[in-house]
């Protein structure tokens, strides 16, 4: 086998990468999760301001490393915990099995997330922290879904938007990243066209329509210039 099908096999990628993209998500990431523990401390007792759930720094990653990914959008970031984070609770009051209940929290998460499309990993671990953590977070009853869940949601989302803004390339929301139009001579494809596209894929596909269209954006772009440089 050679060595770039054995990448291949393994899934590794062999994009250039740009050595700012690295640093700047390294800088992001410090700041999301130093931006939830001062915020926790500051509002919160010293008890409650130290149960930073992890879950947070798998949101850190997607924020700050992948901010246009769908996965890390506003609406997958909040909702994706909010929904994880009560049906963790639920299932450790109602399902008395230890086992079955840490293994439903996770389950069921994931459908209700898909189901509000609002699919965010990190929220996996949310539900499952409420059903395996210490008996101080279990004494927070559906509390925990406000503090310390949403808190740190609100505190490292905050910080997403600030940090992320001064690099245009990359600002979050990923709505607010905007991209041309296609050029002409070739028609533009239109974002409904995308969608459909989208719905007839059965596994979710973790690139936006945005940045479809972007590709296409480029891809054209480039076939246009091979073309005006061959008529030259």
């Known amino acids: 086998m050679k060595a770039t099908e054995l990448l291949d096999l393994i899934g590794f990628s062999r994009q250039p990468v740009d050595l700012r993209e690295p640093l700047i998500s390294t800088i992001g990431g410090f700041l999301g999760i130093f931006g939830i523990l001062v915020t926790a401390q500051w509002l919160l007792d010293p008890d409650t301001a130290v149960l930073i759930v992890p879950s947070m720094g798998a949101s850190a990653v997607l924020l700050f490393a992948s901010p ?15 929904i994880s984070a009560v049906i963790g609770v639920a299932c450790w009051q109602w399902i008395p099995d230890y086992t079955i ?12 997330m898909y189901v509000a499309r609002c699919i965010h990993p990190p929220g996996g671990a949310t539900a499952l922290a409420a059903v395996i953590g210490s008996e101080r ?32 390339w990359r600002r979050y ?60």
């Not at 209940?101 to 209700?112: F, K, N, Y």
């Not at 004494?139 to 600030?162: H, K, M």
């Open 137 to 168: 977070l279990h004494q927070l009853g559906y509390g925990y879904e406000f503090t310390p869940i949403l808190l740190n949601v609100a505190a490292i989302f905050a910080v997403a938007v600030a940090f992320n803004w001064w690099f245009r």
């Open 173 to 232: 929301p990923g709505h607010l990243q905007r991209h041309p139009t296609p050029p002409e001579p070739y028609p533009p494809i239109r974002h409904e066209d995308f969608v459909y596209a989208l719905s007839q894929i059965e596994t979710y596909v973790d690139i936006s329509e945005e940045d479809l269209l972007e590709i296409y954006r480029l891809a054209t772009g480039h076939r246009q210039q091979q073309e005006a440089r061959k008529s030259d």
């Open 68 to 82: 246009h990914a769908p996965f890390a959008q506003p609406w997958n970031l909040v909702a994706g915990h909010a």
């Open 101 to 112: 209940a840490a293994s439903s929290s996770v389950g069921l998460a994931i459908g209700a």
